[in-house]
């Protein structure tokens, strides 16, 4: 990596700018994207084909948020999303982009204001879970796993996704008899392997009401019970406590306090497994498209936040970074879901096919620029005693 001078961030323009000003955001984002080897018009899959010059004054003023809607709205293609996306990330482009009034008043609310509350928590829940569980099992392996799998020896996305599951339930020690809480437990995937495969009685937790009716109906013969609740909520007393894709929705106003009720929750000997997504640097908002139109409200901790607010309540038994597999991962969701494009466009319209196309191949494209990871936290409250250090194939 350079460790020359970072160049200045690139001018925003004025709505209804001139032609003059025009000609100039077209030059100012052409050589922006030139930075990460993307053609404005080229015969590359990376290239950005523009169908609508007001792209570039769009991107200029608004960012990704700009970049993301006029893809939305037509104003322009690629062939290759995710090798776009990974070139502009690898390349921080849009840390050029100064940020435009919008995007400083987000940043101020996020700091003032906690936007992770009980009621605020139920937005994404709305916005994006509530979609439907048909939507979501055409996209997803038969588990409806919706999270990193894990590729290890094997290039189906099934067989992935139950590997990720058993890993999980070997990191925690599971036997029968042991009271298990999944916070924020998705379908019910996990909490029925640990169920039927390990006999443990799961208490699974959910905000999404069609995912507490699927879940419930999945282990409707099971030690389960599923609650549509919020993780503040809970009581009871657990053996183990797991938590997969859940902790990007508690934002950092609420990491300790999420932190303090697992404690509270979990025996002096029992542990803790937090699967997470995890940023490289922090931030104090998500990305403004992102929160907009997939995520409300949502923030990707940093690893060191995870472990700052388990600090003096956690013991850090082991770290296992599975980040990398996240890339085919969203690769099966974007293939599943292109081959229901059709259903999808005539449900939600043409605007929806191309904005879900773009959150996933976008996605795919930051974890492969390793601007993204995804952790898996494994926690003991007073640490575990008389143990070689974990290994975990």
């Not at 282990?219 to 993780?231: E, G, K």
Request: proline share 4%.
């Amino acid at each position: 990596m350079s460790t020359a001078t970072a160049p200045a961030p690139a001018p925003r323009l004025k709505r209804g700018a001139a032609p003059a000003k025009v000609a100039r955001a077209e030059k100012i984002v052409t050589d922006l994207f030139a930075e990460a080897d993307i053609q404005i018009n080229g015969v590359r899959p990376c290239d950005i084909r523009v169908n609508d010059s007001r792209f570039f004054a769009r991107v200029l003023a608004e960012g990704t948020l700009g970049f993301g809607e006029s893809y939305m709205e037509s104003w322009w293609d690629c062939d290759d999303i995710e090798e776009l996306c990974y070139r502009s990330i690898r390349s921080r482009i849009y840390d050029r982009i100064q940020p435009s009034f919008g995007a400083i008043v987000e940043v101020a609310l996020s700091i003032l204001l906690n936007l992770q509350t009980k009621s605020r928590a139920r937005v994404v829940a709305r916005k994006h879970y509530e979609l439907g569980n048909d939507f979501f099992g055409s996209m997803l392996d038969p588990s409806m796993q919706y999270s990193c799998a894990y590729f290890h020896g094997t290039a189906d996305l099934a067989t992935a996704q139950e590997m990720k599951i058993e890993l999980i339930c070997r990191k925690l020690g599971l036997s029968p008899g042991m009271r298990v809480l999944d916070i924020g437990c998705g379908w019910g995937g996990l909490a029925q392997h640990m169920a039927s495969n390990y006999g443990c009685e799961v208490v699974g937790l959910t905000i999404s009401e069609e995912q507490c009716r699927y879940a419930n109906n999945l282990c409707a013969d099971l030690p389960v019970d599923i609650r549509l609740q919020d993780y503040r909520d809970v009581d009871g007393v657990y053996d183990r406590i797991v938590s997969v894709g859940m902790f990007e929705h508690v934002g950092p106003k609420n990491h300790l306090t999420y932190m303090k009720k697992v404690r509270r929750c979990l025996k002096p000997d029992g542990l803790f497994l937090l699967h997470t997504i995890t940023a490289n640097e922090i931030r104090r908002t998500c990305d403004r498209w992102i929160s907009k139109y997939i995520f409300a409200n949502s923030m990707v901790p940093t690893a060191s936040e995870v472990l700052q607010a388990s600090e003096g309540l956690f013991v850090t038994e082991d770290l296992h970074n599975l980040g990398l597999y996240y890339v085919p991962t969203l690769r099966a969701w974007e293939s599943a879901f292109m081959k229901s494009r059709e259903e999808f466009r005539f449900r939600y319209g043409e605007e929806f096919v191309r904005m879900w196309r773009l959150y996933l191949l976008s996605c795919s494209g930051a974890f492969r620029a390793r601007s993204l990871q995804v952790f898996q936290f494994l926690l003991s409250p007073e640490g575990m005693e008389g143990h070689e250090p974990l290994r975990f194939s």
